[in-house]
């Protein structure tokens, strides 16, 4: 492994390492054992696009694992201004022991890796969001022991985090629902990946449908960062892709609910449903920093590739 661009680039196996080491990093953390892996190295994270878990984990991540992390906002970049993304890349690559980017393009961060020689990690894209989903199926083997055979099922906006949720919990052995509106259904290079996997996927238009016997229901705001102007349309459009009371009685009794947040009371998901599963959605934000700081590790420590 030496870049987290997408989840389809990585082996069942090299998912399950993560969460393994992810599960250690987060054990050390809580009994105080300091793991200085990364120890001198310098990680650079550049955004086009805000953040706070992302930004403040993979900060407070790098620092914990001996290391330093640089911000490095567009607006203030050369990047912002215009230098092209492969310039970019041949520079950072000779300052830095690695990159984390959030943007729009997905082509940019493959760009980077490309023309960089130091690894990229993808903080999100328009097309998926690797670092998010490691985390939610950390946090879902967490609270269910396994992932294998397990149902998880996502309502509402085939964007991003529907990308990497239908890749992440296939590769990792789960039966995976989807419910969104035909014209907002996810990738077709995901649906297509999705096909080779038969009855374990189902993409449907009713939410009832695909939350039926879920062990896990996951959702994302509806206008995603980029998409503001399309908020008022979107807003009646996936109306009845909320995750409420009614919808959580298709899934199975003792259903986790998970929320990549920021979260949207009285649009994707109700204040109640919220607040009744605010636990296991703020262990899903906690878990950020373990699963980068796993990532973090496979990626820049010499002996762990
Ligand atoms: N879930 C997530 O990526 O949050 P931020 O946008 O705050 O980084
Ligand atoms: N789909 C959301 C996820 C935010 C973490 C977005 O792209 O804005």
């Not at 001198?40 to 706070?52: D, E, V």
């Not at 990690?121 to 950390?138: K, R, S, Y």
């Not at 892709?241 to 009285?266: E, S």
Request: a negative charge.
């Amino acid at each position: 492994m030496k870049h987290l661009l997408k989840l389809l680039d990585l082996s069942a196996e090299e998912i399950f390492s993560i969460l393994d080491l992810a599960d250690r990093l987060k054990y050390e953390r809580k009994h105080s054992i300091a793991h200085p892996l990364l120890a001198g190295m310098t990680l650079g994270m550049i955004f086009q696009k805000s953040s706070t878990r992302t930004r403040v984990s993979f900060e407070a991540g790098m620092y914990q694992l001996g290391g330093h992390a640089l911000f490095l906002s567009s607006r203030d970049l050369q990047i912002g201004r215009g230098e092209p993304v492969k310039d970019t890349a041949r520079v950072l690559s000779r300052y830095l022991d690695g990159i984390m980017i959030r943007t729009y393009a997905q082509q940019e961060v493959e760009d980077l890796a490309r023309f960089g020689s130091i690894p990229v990690i993808n903080g999100l894209t328009d097309f998926c969001h690797p670092c998010q989903v490691l985390a939610d199926l950390m946090t879902i083997r967490e609270k269910l022991g396994i992932l294998q055979g397990k149902k998880l099922c996502f309502i509402g906006d085939g964007n991003n985090m529907a990308n990497s949720l239908i890749v992440g919990g296939l590769k990792a052995g789960m039966t995976v629902s989807a419910a969104t509106p035909y014209a907002y259904r996810p990738d077709e290079a995901v649906l297509a990946f999705a096909k080779e996997y038969g009855k374990s996927f189902s993409l449907e238009s009713d939410p009832f449908l695909a939350a039926s016997g879920a062990d896990v229901i996951i959702t994302d705001t509806w206008a995603s960062m980029g998409q503001e102007s399309e908020k008022e349309e979107r807003m009646g459009v996936f109306k009845e892709y909320q995750i409420n009371t009614r919808l959580l009685t298709a899934a199975n009794t003792g259903a986790m609910v998970l929320h990549c947040l920021p979260a949207y009371r009285g649009q994707e998901i109700t204040e109640e449903i919220f607040e009744t599963h605010a636990e296991e959605i703020f262990e899903e934000a906690e878990n950020r920093l373990h699963a980068q700081k796993a990532v973090l590790v496979k990626l820049l420590k010499k002996e762990e590739k």
